[in-house]
């Protein structure tokens, strides 16, 4: 079982990379959550499991619906790979391949953004999962 965040673009910023990389060990100590990123200099594989599009038209989920949700797709499909795409929104290929679509918001968000709220909601779906007490 992996959580995995596939981010469509290089990291810049060191803020974003530590704030998300925070969320990221906290997540880890539930399930395996890592952070890939996606430099365009090779094909990506997504791998086994589910492929799901970070997408401002997917479906928008409560804490506690995106917890079940997680529960119920590791059940079903092992691993989890989020796809976050740059500006544009996501790649064709990705478009194609993915059997799922979530957004974060009704409001649009930079990508930069998205993963470290992305990040810190499985992390906090984890808990509700394993009854900690971070989400109270």
Do not use: C
Request: net charge positive; proline share 4%; hydrophobic share 40%.
């Amino acid at each position: 079982m992996l959580l995995k965040i596939l981010m469509g673009s290089k990291l810049k910023e060191p803020e974003i990379k530590n704030l998300t990389d925070r969320y990221v060990k906290m997540a880890s100590g539930f399930m395996p959550v890592q952070v890939v990123e996606d430099t365009g200099k090779k094909k990506q594989s997504f791998g086994k499991g589910l492929l799901v599009g970070m997408d401002p038209e997917g479906k928008q989920f409560t804490s506690e619906e995106f917890a079940r949700w997680i529960e119920k797709r590791v059940e079903t499909y092992g691993d989890i790979t989020f796809y976050i795409g740059e500006a544009e929104g996501l790649p064709k290929d990705v478009r194609a391949e993915a059997k799922e679509f979530i957004s974060l918001s009704g409001m649009v968000m930079a990508h930069r953004i998205s993963l470290v709220v992305l990040a810190e909601q499985i992390y906090r779906a984890l808990t509700i999962i394993n009854g900690h007490p971070y989400h109270k």
